[in-house]
């Protein structure tokens, strides 16, 4: 079993930047797949970006170009970088890890939260106008 403790979250004005970290412990295959999903009140949890062991990345439409995964093996770490965040990124970022070795074949809003066993708590992002 992993266990991922999530920080970095906050309030930030429209524009603005982020960067969450997820750290995890226990054994962490070499073939996991980490990444992060999101759930905004009232709506489902949707994927946003992952990145697979051979650090190959999948980014969600809306936020290609403006968000940043990477991982750090030798720190068990894995962050996401968020720039130009907008009201709409508003939600509880949760960050997930899981033997889906082959997910950056897949756009992320097809990349369902039952596919990964290991979860994080969440931190919450709020983007104000």
């Known amino acids: 079993q992993v266990r991922l403790v999530e920080s970095g979250g906050g309030s930030v004005q429209a524009g603005g930047s982020l960067e969450l970290s997820c750290a995890a412990s226990?054994?962490?295959?070499?073939?996991?797949?980490m990444g992060w999903f999101r759930q905004a009140p009232g709506k489902e949890r949707e994927g946003v970006v992952f990145?697979?062991?051979?650090?190959?990345?999948t980014y969600a439409t809306t936020v290609m170009g403006r968000f940043t995964i990477s991982r750090d093996d030798a720190k068990n770490t894995l962050y996401l970088q968020m720039n130009s965040l907008k009201p709409e990124d508003t939600a509880m970022y949760y960050c997930?890890?899981?033997?889906?070795?082959?997910?950056?074949?897949?756009?992320?809003?097809?990349?369902?939260?039952?596919?990964?066993?290991?979860w994080g708590q969440g931190t919450q992002v709020t983007v104000s106008t």
């Open positions: 997930a890890a899981g033997r889906f070795p082959s997910c950056a074949a897949f756009e992320p809003t097809y990349i369902r939260p039952v596919l990964f066993e290991n």
């Open positions: 226990g054994h962490l295959y070499s073939t996991y797949a």
């Open positions: 990145i697979d062991a051979d650090s190959k990345t």
